[in-house]
């Protein structure tokens, strides 16, 4: 299983990116699917996951903010991400739970996109 993440960039304080992460290879279903960041010198941290039912969890700081969405037919996972603030600035990881076509069931990572948002 591969996660291709992109849409990172660099944008100003108060604009906005999308970023988007497909999933392919030996899928036989996909549960959750997520995003997390880490900024240099900090842990990584969750930002926004959806679930199959299409249940949604957000990081606090970015409520109101961001948006997760998901296309189940494409296995894709997308983050939109408005009204962008300085420490938003990260490297971000998409994830997904993932149960392949031998039933064997895993957490899987992208390679990671950076977000840079200049002051």
């Known amino acids: 299983v591969q996660l291709q993440a992109s849409g990172g960039g660099l944008v100003q304080a108060g604009g906005s990116l999308r970023l988007s992460c497909a999933a392919s290879?030996?899928?036989?279903?996909?549960?959750?699917m997520g995003w997390y960041r880490q900024a240099p010198g900090k842990q990584r941290e969750l930002v926004a996951r959806?679930?199959?039912?299409?249940?949604?969890d957000y990081a606090d700081s970015v409520k109101g903010r961001f948006t997760i969405s998901r296309d189940n037919a494409k296995n894709t996972v997308y983050l939109q991400m408005n009204s962008l603030k300085p420490e938003d600035t990260a490297v971000y990881y998409c994830?997904?739970?993932?149960?392949?076509?031998?039933?064997?069931?895993?957490?899987?990572w992208g390679q990671g996109t950076q977000v840079t948002v200049s002051s």
């Open positions: 290879g030996s899928i036989f279903s996909i549960n959750s």
């Open positions: 959806t679930t199959t039912g299409g249940s949604t």
């Open positions: 994830t997904a739970r993932v149960a392949t076509t031998t039933r064997l069931t895993g957490n899987y």
